[in-house]
């Protein structure tokens, strides 16, 4: 019977997101940021023309996943000006990621409402959030692929299920770069579930098959010889733009004159660069947030008794995970904080606190669309599209955040 209904709330979840991909579809926006859709579109015609491995004799500095889905939007569209004149497509190989993602989050909050209805009701507060979207619909850019991977690795860590966590967090990994911020996370919330499960066996059947995995996605620039090209790009997605900022509208409004864009981080304050004071910044406060379950995980491992972490407070320590990452450390590009949108609305579902969602979305979409500048009727003069104003609304969402997760009441009731 349990299948059953498992199946018949499958069926219904996939009926709503071929009805809102069909939307989608027809809504679509024939351009975006034209500097990424060029990109993509070169990169596409390279690789099919010259095969993925070689993808890194061009100046493609995208890693290897990414890589392939390029190399067959090439080869199906083969012909070079045909690829660059229909590379808006390439969003709608994004969306299925954000219906993947809309899954999870239908999973996760099923047990809290008595039926499935209310579950997918509630589900499409991140299934057609214009401001989530707009980064793949608008924008037309992958973040929404990058959070399909990390959520994904946090639902199955959440439930337990070690191997597929893993196996999304390494694909996070070779997708983009910034999927390492939330491996703290993911580990401490797998770390009593591998221990209590460990032997020689099971460590073996968990590693070989992650390694197969990487190994697999390297094999053709191993083949090509070009896999030192791969390892170029990891070390070099760091110091690639060695400034304040990227357009990230983040805590450094606060601290440094404006064209943040043209200030090199290097530049020292009190014997120590700009780089150095957000990293050391961001780690203080990452690992503030990750202090509760830290301390969960301890008296797990000992035997002690303790609290389970609930789901809510998992999911604060993941949208501060990506916030802090975003509005602490220099070099930050103004989509980065796109993987916190998913935790954010989440809680937002799970707790029925609108605040941080709201703070924190409008933020995001107040910077992405401060730089790409899509919407033709806003006035992008106004306040509301200040640098300070947007850098106001992450600080407040951040705080937030860590009010809640620490129990602490900023409005009376």
């Known amino acids: 019977m349990k299948n059953t209904s498992l199946k018949a709330e499958q069926k219904q979840y996939f009926i709503l997101s071929a009805l809102l991909f069909s939307l989608f579809f027809f809504i679509l926006p024939r351009s975006g940021f034209y500097s ?30 990414y890589q392939y889905i390029l190399f067959l939007f090439g080869k199906f569209i083969h012909i070079p000006e045909k690829i660059e004149l229909y590379n808006y497509n390439l969003k709608l190989i994004t969306l299925p990621f954000h219906f993947i993602s809309g899954y999870f989050i239908f999973r996760l909050i ?29 924008w037309g850019q992958t973040d929404d692929i990058l959070t399909c991977f990390v959520f994904g690795s946090f639902y ?28 703290p996370l993911i580990g401490l919330m797998l770390l009593p579930e591998i221990i209590s499960r460990f032997s020689w066996r099971n460590l073996l059947l968990l590693t070989l098959p992650l390694i197969a995995t990487q190994f697999l996605i390297l094999m053709p620039f191993i083949l090509s010889g070009t896999v030192h090209k791969v390892w170029f ?27 943040l864009e043209g200030t090199l981080d290097n530049i020292q304050f009190l014997g120590i660069s700009y780089k150095t004071w957000g990293l050391v910044t961001f780690s203080s406060l990452s690992f503030l947030s990750l202090l509760p379950l830290i301390k969960v995980v301890i008296r797990k491992i000992k035997r002690l008794p303790h609290e389970e972490v ?3 407070k998992l999911v604060i320590i993941a949208a501060l995970c990506s916030l802090l990452f975003f509005y602490c450390n220099t070099q930050m590009h103004e989509r ?27 933020a995001y979409f107040l910077n992405v669309d401060g730089v ?8 992008y003069g106004v306040f509301i599209y200040s640098r300070s104003f947007v850098a106001s609304l992450y600080l407040i969402t951040i705080l937030l955040l860590f009010a809640a997760l620490y129990n602490v009441q900023i409005f009376k009731k």
């Not at 099923?110 to 579950?119: L, T, V």
């Not at 983009?176 to 491996?183: D, R």
């Open 36 to 65: 990424d859709l060029k990109c993509f579109s070169n990169w596409a015609t390279y690789s099919s023309q010259h095969g993925i491995g070689n993808i890194y004799d061009s100046d493609s500095d995208y890693l290897p996943l």
């Open 156 to 183: 199955f860590a959440y439930i337990k299920k070690i191997f597929p966590s893993l196996l999304a967090i390494l694909l996070a990994l070779n997708f983009k770069l910034q999927g390492i911020v939330f491996i």
């Open 233 to 259: 790009v990891v070390r070099h997605s760091v110091d690639h733009f060695p400034v304040v900022s990227m357009n990230a509208y983040n805590m450094w409004e606060f601290l440094l004159p404006p064209s």
């Open 310 to 312: 609930l789901l809510q």
């Open 372 to 379: 790409l500048r899509s919407i033709p009727f806003q006035h």
């Open 110 to 138: 099923r047990n809290y409402y008595p039926n499935s209805e209310a579950a997918l009701y509630r589900t499409l507060f991140y299934l057609i959030n214009f401001v989530v979207l707009y980064n793949t619909l608008v």
């Open 336 to 362: 980065y904080s796109h993987p916190a949108l998913i935790f954010l609305i989440l809680y937002g579902i799970l707790s029925k606190s609108t605040l941080p969602v709201v703070f924190g979305c409008a």
